[in-house]
């Protein structure tokens, strides 16, 4: 019996099963859908980090031209909480729940948070109404910092609680004070990471309606996770998930910053119900601007033998995740503190993450959700151990990675590494980039006003996020559906940011049913007709989406072939189905698919006999390599897939502008089993972009009140074409073993491999220099401080 | 007011805001919603259309300045465009598809030039328009294909048509 991986060889290149629609224009994204007579919302947002209100006055605003309703929190007081995604328990004391609000009452905690809603028959009056609004506020001390914010006296950001300390975490193994003994040599540094954005070129946008005969309300949106939204809306609304409809178009680029969570996604459907009619929130560039993430500062210290073997790790950091609300975004240093030691053989270590509330804007999800800072702060630590130790970057590395004999390994955290052979995938990479033409090419250029640095970084990117208590979690589930008239639709609880996962499961169930893929109809994100679901996060669409389809096409097929056999009155054994037939044992087509759908749904006492109708599959899938039940030390396992990759770097520093030019990039991949290499290829292209641009140029600015200074794409610099070279890259396989199809997950890595490669590379070039490297992005302000720093290093 | 203009080859009349923007008018009265809006701020380029022949930012132009203006969007049928969609279906040159349509016009724009373009021509070309997606590569490599395969048909057609 062959097992399912190898049933399911599909890998297959083929196109997007979309993409003509894609490349006329006419995907239909949720701005292309305002329904007739829709009306506009504007928000008006807090000028202030915090601050009482005083007085809110909107009859001016409500006599403007246009304006059809002005409404405040006073309106909305029939509106229960927004519930959080992540009903995170903490044991901390003095830290209050997660609540999120439509609109501010009484007192606004953060920038931009939204005070007033103003709803017009055009988005251009709705917004001029904003400045009509009156409001007086009475400033508040406010936390902007979270040097200050664990001060004793420090206030507390959030309303209502008596600490700024959001959530603690602490993981031990082994004894990092004994290796710290026994060690040689001992490095410590520091990195502070500034916020960066997801930025799709989509911004976000809702439209609420309300159906005055069913008396339901709907939601069409940006949303990933078009079930958590239902269940949001329909508990702050107080009415039931089945008078809630939420659609998710197809999405232009989300990359986590649509996840459920965002009150706009409440307040246009309470809006709707309020006033009988369709309103439409459209974000302006600013706004979708407004969503940080990532503000971490580490503390670390990596301790060695004098032959580089690395006895221990300690890691000390927090992070800045502003004021929390319903979305799940602050939870992401809570996985950084999970990744290390990454792919290395380190037997002690020491970790320790603060996540700290401040008056600043809530975080939102983003691509590595804070895996990729854990990377980056490893692999910075191994390059500062080699250049104390004068070894290559390379070998200290091959020295210290898990062998690819010693899986399934735990991470300190208890997360159990499935498969990998890092050692290999570093060797193929060395060659891919070329790394000692690299430092040749470097070593005669060393004395130039242009410096080459050479950077070096693995990823490891733990998937298949799966966390006890968060709303919905560690299932998928898909049905498949023979219709009578012979094609095959797949309903399935994942959704797509774009990436192309519906021709993945198109390609699985295609396999399965001998099908052609481009005939398979894949439908995602309408809670009216697909399975519950936790839509895309964590590269679960195909890993978990595309496994419980796979299973649901087994037993349509099986039903397929009974109703075959009784048509053609012989046992099933021997049929098969390819190229939309029932073959015989010798493979001569003796039915077509759609005569046997036909004939079982129209004359279904024969033709049926033996199974159900309609000829249709729900399955389930659940992963294996994940622990709920915490251990001796008290700690879960909410991951179930790690790929990995290695990434080189070359860069071209400017030593008298400070300015970085990217000459080189090459990366080795490894997410087992690929259904479609070349859709992986390109997720694993522009996750490496989105890496390199946080590395070096994209960073959301504040002025010393928090003000957000990035307001346009052109204070937020994202990589343009001729910011790149060619991204070349390399991919392995080694399938899981606690996947049926061998799957890790794809679309996710890419992102730590490339901050962590710049930030290696940016440092090497700086050469003596380089332990001054303790700020991400790596600027030309930051990068000519460092250089032009008088101070002896 | 009213405006008159050429869109897609046809005669269009329509009654406008006249403060609205021409990308503005194009995906309300004019129903073409391939014309994608990402900034407003001219930084992004999903809203990139041919305007009498030469690429523009339908978002940094008021619509009444189109007046009597040829306009071509993503929906326009040429050669060109049906050339570089080929490729971009094939070399993967998409994902979310939101910078496609100005990715796309960019590209048969520099097809209809009919001059020697190189990787880095057309890094440069593509350089007004923002994809958080790709990387960039696939739709170098897609527009590489289509710029290939356009000279190919044309050498095809000079080689076809009769002397004199």
């Known amino acids: 019996m062959p097992t399912l991986a190898e049933q399911s060889a599909v890998s297959s290149s083929i196109p997007r099963i979309d993409a003509h629609r894609y490349v006329s224009g006419k995907p239909v994204y949720t701005s292309d859908l305002l329904p007739a007579g829709c009306l506009h919302m504007a928000l008006l947002r807090s000028p202030h980090p915090r601050a009482r209100i005083v007085s809110l006055d909107v009859m001016k605003a409500k006599a403007a031209p246009d304006i059809v309703e002005v409404v405040t929190a006073v309106d909305l007081d029939d509106l229960k909480p927004i519930p959080a995604a992540l009903p995170f328990r903490s044991d901390v004391e003095g830290r209050g729940t997660i609540v999120g609000r439509c609109l501010a009452d009484g007192e606004v905690c953060y920038i931009g948070q939204p005070i007033a809603a103003v709803v017009a028959t055009s988005v251009h009056s709705a917004q001029a109404a904003l400045d009509l609004i009156e409001v007086e506020y009475q400033p508040l001390q406010a936390v902007l910092d979270f040097d200050e914010a664990l001060d004793a006296g420090a206030v507390a950001a959030h309303p209502g609680w008596a600490t700024n300390v959001v959530a603690r975490d602490e993981i031990h193994r082994g004894d990092f004070e004994a290796a710290l003994r026994l060690a040689d040599v001992v490095v410590a540094g520091e990195l502070e990471f500034a916020?960066?954005?997801a930025a799709p070129m989509e911004p976000c946008c809702f439209t609420g309606d309300w159906d005055p005969a069913l008396e339901r309300v709907s939601l069409t949106g940006t949303l990933q996770n078009p079930h958590t939204t239902r269940w949001m809306i329909a508990t702050a609304l107080n009415i039931q998930e089945t008078a809630v409809r939420v659609v998710a178009p197809p999405l232009g680029g989300s990359f986590g910053l649509k996840m459920a969570g965002h009150p706009e996604e409440v307040l246009v459907c309470a809006l709707a119900r309020f006033l009988k009619r369709p309103v439409n929130y459209t974000e302006e560039r600013w706004e979708t601007l407004m969503a940080p993430c990532r503000r971490q500062k580490h503390r670390f210290q990596i301790a060695a033998t004098r032959d580089g073997r690395i006895l221990g790790f300690e890691d000390q950091f927090v992070a800045d995740v502003g004021i929390t609300g319903p979305g799940n975004g602050w939870s992401m240093p809570l996985v950084t503190a999970t990744v290390f030691p990454t792919v290395y053989d380190v037997e002690h270590c020491r970790i320790?993450?603060?996540?700290?509330?401040?008056?600043?804007?809530?975080?939102?999800?983003?691509?590595?959700?804070?895996?990729?800072?854990?990377?980056?702060?490893?692999?910075?630590?191994?390059?500062?151990?080699?250049?104390?130790?004068?070894?290559?970057?390379?070998?200290?590395?091959?020295?210290?990675?898990?062998?690819?004999?010693?899986?399934?390994?735990?991470?300190?955290?208890?997360?159990?590494l499935d498969s990998g052979d890092y050692p290999t995938a570093l060797e193929k990479l060395t060659k891919l980039f070329g790394y000692d033409a690299w430092r040749h090419r470097q070593s005669k250029q060393r004395q130039s006003e242009k410096v080459i640095g050479i950077?070096?970084?693995?990823?490891?990117?733990?998937?298949?996020?799966?966390?006890?208590?968060?709303?919905?979690?560690?299932?998928?589930?898909?049905?498949?559906?023979?219709?009578?008239?012979?094609?095959?639709?797949?309903?399935?609880?994942?959704?797509?940011?774009?990436?192309?996962?519906?021709t993945g499961i198109a390609q699985l169930v295609a396999?399965?049913?001998?099908?052609?893929?481009?005939?398979?109809?894949?439908?995602?994100?309408?809670?009216?007709?697909?399975?519950?679901?936790?839509?895309?996060?964590?590269?679960?669409?195909?890993?978990?989406?595309?496994?419980?389809?796979?299973?649901?096409?087994?037993?349509?097929?099986?039903?397929?072939?009974?109703?075959?056999?009784?048509?053609?009155?012989?046992?099933?054994?021997?049929?098969?189905?390819?190229?939309?037939?029932?073959?015989?044992?010798?493979?001569?087509?003796?039915?077509?698919?759609?005569?046997?759908?036909?004939?079982?749904?129209?004359?279904?006492?024969?033709?049926?006999?033996?199974?159900?109708?309609?000829?249709?599959?729900?399955?389930?899938?659940?992963?294996?390599?994940?622990?709920v039940i915490p251990d001796e030390k008290g700690r879960i396992a909410t991951y179930s897939s790690f790929p990995y990759s290695v990434h080189a770097a070359a860069i071209e520093l400017d030593r008298e502008t400070g300015s970085v030019k990217v000459l080189d990039y090459a990366c080795v991949h490894d997410c087992g089993v690929m259904i479609n290499p070349m859709l992986v290829t390109g997720q694993l292209k522009g996750a490496i972009v989105m890496g390199i641009g946080a590395a070096l140029w994209e960073e959301l600015a504040y002025d010393d009140q928090r003000r957000p200074l990035a307001r346009r794409l052109k204070e937020y610099l994202l990589p343009r074409a001729i910011d790149l070279p060619e991204i070349r890259v390399g991919h392995m396989s080694t399938p899981s073993p606690y996947h049926p199809l061998g799957l890790k997950g794809a679309g996710e890595s890419g992102v730590g491999g490339g901050i962590a490669a710049m930030l290696s590379a940016v440092a090497d070039a700086l050469g003596e220099r380089r332990a001054a490297l303790t700020r991400c992005p790596a600027t030309p302000p930051t990068l000519l401080d460092i250089l032009h720093d008088t101070q002896p290093f | 007011m009213r405006i008159a203009m050429k869109v897609n080859g046809v005669a269009r009349d329509v009654e406008i805001d006249e403060r609205m923007l021409l990308a503005e008018v194009l995906r309300g009265p004019l129903g073409l919603k391939g014309t994608r809006i990402g900034c407003l701020t001219g930084d992004c380029g999903a809203c990139t259309i041919l305007f009498n022949g030469e690429l523009r930012k339908s978002c940094l132009m008021l619509a009444q300045a189109a007046r009597d203006a040829d306009v071509q969007t993503i929906e326009h049928c040429s050669t060109e465009i049906d050339v570089v969609r080929e490729a971009f279906v094939e070399a993967h040159g998409f994902q979310c598809g939101f910078c496609t349509s100005g990715m796309i016009l960019v590209a048969a724009e520099l097809l209809n030039r009919d001059q020697e373009?190189?990787?880095?021509?057309?890094?440069?070309?593509?350089?007004?328009?923002?994809?958080?997606?790709?990387?960039?590569d696939n739709i170098v490599v897609s527009i590489q294909n289509a710029l290939a395969r356009n000279s190919d048909q044309r050498n095809k057609m000079s080689q076809d048509s009769p002397a004199g």
């Not at chain 1, 630590?381 to 399934?408: C, E, K, Q, S, T």
Request: aromatic share 4%.
């Open chain 1, 511 to 627: 396999a399965e049913l001998g099908v052609d893929a481009r005939s398979v109809q894949v439908v995602q994100g309408d809670t009216d007709v697909t399975p519950v679901g936790t839509g895309h996060a964590s590269s679960r669409a195909m890993l978990y989406g595309g496994t419980a389809a796979v299973l649901a096409a087994r037993d349509l097929r099986a039903k397929v072939l009974l109703c075959a056999a009784n048509i053609l009155r012989a046992p099933t054994e021997g049929l098969s189905l390819e190229a939309s037939m029932i073959r015989d044992s010798e493979g001569n087509g003796v039915l077509t698919l759609q005569e046997v759908s036909h004939q079982a749904h129209t004359n279904p006492i024969i033709v049926a006999k033996g199974t159900e109708l309609p000829l249709e599959a729900t399955r389930s899938f659940q992963p294996i390599n994940v622990s």
């Open chain 1, 352 to 416: 320790s993450a603060t996540l700290i509330a401040t008056n600043s804007t809530p975080w939102q999800p983003i691509r590595g959700y804070g895996k990729e800072i854990g990377n980056t702060v490893m692999e910075r630590a191994i390059d500062l151990l080699a250049a104390h130790l004068r070894m290559d970057p390379v070998a200290l590395r091959h020295l210290n990675l898990i062998a690819a004999g010693d899986f399934p390994k735990k991470l300190a955290s208890g997360l159990n």
């Open chain 2, 117 to 136: 373009v190189s990787a880095a021509d057309i890094r440069q070309a593509i350089s007004g328009n923002l994809c958080r997606c790709t990387g960039y």
């Open chain 1, 195 to 197: 916020p960066s954005t």
């Open chain 1, 455 to 502: 950077g070096i970084a693995f990823e490891l990117t733990p998937e298949g996020g799966a966390r006890p208590g968060a709303f919905p979690s560690g299932f998928e589930t898909a049905t498949v559906k023979l219709l009578p008239g012979g094609s095959v639709q797949v309903l399935v609880g994942v959704t797509s940011p774009g990436s192309g996962n519906e």
